[in-house]
Every structure is written in C-alpha cells, then in structure tokens.
C-alpha cells in the first residue's frame, strides 16, 4: 500500500457534494418552524411529567446546558481549628 507524503492530503479532491442530503436539511428546516418546535416541546413536557426521565433530561439540557465532567480547580483550602476550655 502506499504511502501518503507528510503534510499532502489523502483526498486532495475533498468528498464529493451531498445533493440529496442538503436538499433534505432544506426541506426539514422549512417544515420545522416554531409552532413545530413548540408542539414537540410540548409533547416533551407531557412525556416528562409522566416519568420519562430521558425527556426530563433533554429538556434540562435545552434551558441549561449539557452537565460536564470537569473540575475546576479552586484556591487552595483553608480549615481552622479552635480549641475551647
């Protein structure tokens, strides 16, 4: 098999266009307005207070983010001790 040279492109003519895919993104985008949006919401919301938890969770992830794992560091920590007689 060959080898690619450092630096050179392994497809120097890229990925051909997607035609059909971006013609599809297009029309879903039309179809999907707000009142679309707010229909699925809603259903999200009833499917939630149902006990869902998958929809309980993807609605908490819309309003505040999804949850990361990383720690943040902080100053260092200080514990005082006091003895009283």
Do not use: C, W
């Amino acid at each position: 098999m060959a080898q690619f040279k450092p630096g050179q492109s392994g497809n120097p003519r890229g990925r051909k266009p997607r035609i059909v895919e971006d013609a599809g993104r297009g029309l879903l985008a039309r179809l999907f307005d707000a009142a679309a949006e707010e229909r699925v919401i809603r259903a999200m919301i009833e499917a939630a207070a149902s006990g869902d938890v998958s929809a309980y969770r993807a609605l908490d992830e819309r309003k505040h983010g999804k949850v990361t794992d990383k720690i943040e560091e902080k100053s260092e920590t200080v514990i005082r001790v006091e003895y009283v007689d």
